[in-house]
């Protein structure tokens, strides 16, 4: 008697199962063919659009916004994977605005001459993003980042020209003749 | 004529296998297909977080805690900056104890949902592993929306969370929970309630309470084994006193024995359940308020030691820390679950076959990065 209950209940469960599978049928499918679907296009054909890409708050590839950077070094200074090299020279004196929503006024006497972020070494945890007093630094959506070549990976963000017109506009600032006492003592006060 | 000889023979499992969840290789020693010795060879993801905790500063060690268990990065990080916490004696806002009880409930969901679904996988039956990632993939797209990431969250800071939730996302987190919580019996016959899944496990690789303990089991694990212990209930941290929530236990479900792989399965499929019951509370009493306790800028406890220990959805995960009153640890041990379910494995295949090894470790919950560190 056992043994006919045992063979009844291994396919009346199985049937249970099967129903649940067979339900699927009927319903949209979750996934899409990515990347021969494009879900950042939802007019393309065969796909209606049902998956959103990303999120508003998505933590995509990291990009700098040079002429806000206060080259303040702190974003450098929480990664935990030493991803960010920033190189700065001082400069004229400056206010700049936050880009975050209060727009806080911050001011400015260092330029950064270099700007570089390791994207193959980043983590996207968004430490910088937090300490960053003017919101420079920020995430974009952007996903798609395949490299060829392992040093594309190293994004710059300050072109060589760009960096040769700061280097320009440093040295003329240094040789102007200028009571230079408070502002190297303030300098030595950020470095420590 | 002598009778039939049969030699010992040594088989390799592992490292890319892929019942073994992950990198994790066993030399089986065999007699047939009866197991006599399974040799556990751990270390392939091992990644030193133990001394890179000591050279970055506090808050940055976060992100890492996301890589210890990247299936419950939340219950990681929690328990990270928990351990600051009662270090540096940092008071947290009740909106944000609120916000890391929801988050590290979806993620007990998220990660018990691969845990049955893999089970169910090793066992032959591919559907509903693929059903578990489905529902799981809502709860990414909840984290998403919350914090920008689908699976290393970095969401817990020090004192705090790191973003309030935005707008309309707890009515998003209740729908998930009205279109999950049927799910469950939908998941249960599919799978669960299947005469051959139910015979393949119920009564292999028992492990007694005495065992449990002796082998320092955790979690859902230890709780199959018949033994009420809840770090949520019997050590009560963050605002989970004020909660209202059974602890499942095994005992021997479907006529089996008690500790068996069906008994740790069905541990964490009620536990779903308990979260969702969890996660209902928090939403109808979350408070408004700040986030973000204030914690300065470079953060350097007073000299001392703390153990804290949190449950994780693998067990108890407890974090040492030595601070000296630099801005980096002195010593950081980090203690997981799996690792002590890594251990019993030895002990608990001996004599049961090779197709028994995956259901034990499928229903162990073994998870590699937790296992290595």
């Known amino acids: ?192 | 004529m002598s009778p039939l000889q049969t030699d010992i023979w040594t088989l390799n499992m592992g490292p890319q296998h892929p019942s073994t969840h992950g990198v994790i290789r066993f030399v089986l020693k065999t007699d047939g297909e009866i197991i006599a010795d399974a040799d556990p060879d751990v270390g392939f993801l091992h990644r030193g977080l133990e001394k890179i905790a000591e050279l970055v500063p506090y808050p940055s060690f976060m992100p890492y805690t996301d890589r210890l268990d990247y299936l419950a990065a939340i219950n990681m990080n929690w328990a990270w900056a928990l351990s600051i916490e009662r270090l540096a004696g940092i008071e947290v806002p009740p909106r944000a104890e609120h916000l890391r009880v929801i988050t590290a409930e979806l993620n007990r969901i998220a990660s018990h949902l691969i845990s049955v679904g893999a089970l169910a996988s090793d066992m032959g039956a591919f559907t509903p592993f693929v059903h578990a990632l489905r529902d799981r993939e809502r709860i990414n797209d909840l984290f998403e929306e919350l914090c920008g990431a689908r699976l290393t969250f970095n969401y817990c800071r020090i004192g705090g969370v790191s973003l309030d939730a935005p707008p309309g996302w707890f009515d998003r987190v209740r729908g998930f929970l009205d279109y999950y919580e049927p799910m469950i019996d939908v998941f249960n016959r599919l799978i669960t309630d299947n005469k051959i899944f139910v015979e393949r496990l119920r009564r292999v690789a028992p492990v007694s309470a005495e065992m449990a303990i002796a082998y320092g089991l955790v979690g859902p694990n230890l709780r199959g084994s018949g033994v009420k212990f809840d770090l949520r209930k019997d050590e009560p941290y963050g605002i989970y006193p004020q909660l209202e929530f059974e602890v499942p236990v095994g005992r021997g479900y479907r006529d089996g024995v008690l500790g068996s792989c069906f008994d740790r399965y069905m541990v964490r499929i009620e536990e779903l359940r308990q979260s969702i019951r969890i996660i209902r509370q928090c939403l109808d009493r979350i408070p408004e308020g700040e986030i973000q306790a204030k914690v300065p800028k470079v953060l350097r406890p007073a000299k001392g030691e703390v153990y804290c220990r949190t449950e994780a959805p693998r067990g108890e995960v407890g974090f040492y820390v030595i601070s000296n009153g630099e801005k980096t640890p002195a010593r950081v041990k980090i203690r997981t679950g799996s690792w002590s379910a890594m251990s019993i494995i030895r002990e608990l295949s001996k004599g049961w076959m090779i197709a028994d090894l995956v259901a034990i470790i499928g229903s162990l919950d073994v998870i590699a990065p937790e296992v290595d560190r």
Not at chain 1, 2 to 14: D, G, L, T
Not at chain 1, 40 to 47: A, S, V
Not at chain 1, 124 to 135: F, S
């Open chain 1, 1 to 192: 008697m056992n043994y006919f209950r045992n063979i009844w209940e291994a396919i009346s469960s199985i049937a249970q199962g099967m129903a649940v599978t067979l339900r699927q049928f009927f319903t949209k499918p979750e996934t899409v063919q990515y990347p021969e679907v494009d879900v950042l296009n939802p007019r393309m054909p065969g796909y209606s659009g049902h998956l959103k890409p990303v999120s508003e708050r998505f933590r995509g590839f990291l990009t700098v916004d040079t002429t806000v950077c206060i080259s303040c070094n702190q974003c450098a200074h929480v990664c935990p994977v030493d991803c960010i090299l920033v190189e700065s020279e001082k400069g004229p004196k400056t206010t700049v605005n936050s880009l975050r929503p209060d727009g806080k006024e911050s001011p400015k006497t260092r330029y950064p001459v270099q700007f570089d972020i390791h994207l193959g070494r980043c983590m996207y945890c968004g430490l910088c993003t937090e300490v960053c007093p003017t919101g420079c630094i920020h995430f974009t959506r952007e996903f798609r980042g395949a490299a060829g070549e392992y040093h594309k990976l190293i994004h710059h963000f300050i072109s060589p020209e760009e960096a040769e017109r700061v280097r320009k506009l440093a040295a003329e600032e240094a040789a102007k003749p200028k009571p230079e006492k408070p502002v190297a003592t303030k300098v030595e006060a950020e470095k420590e």
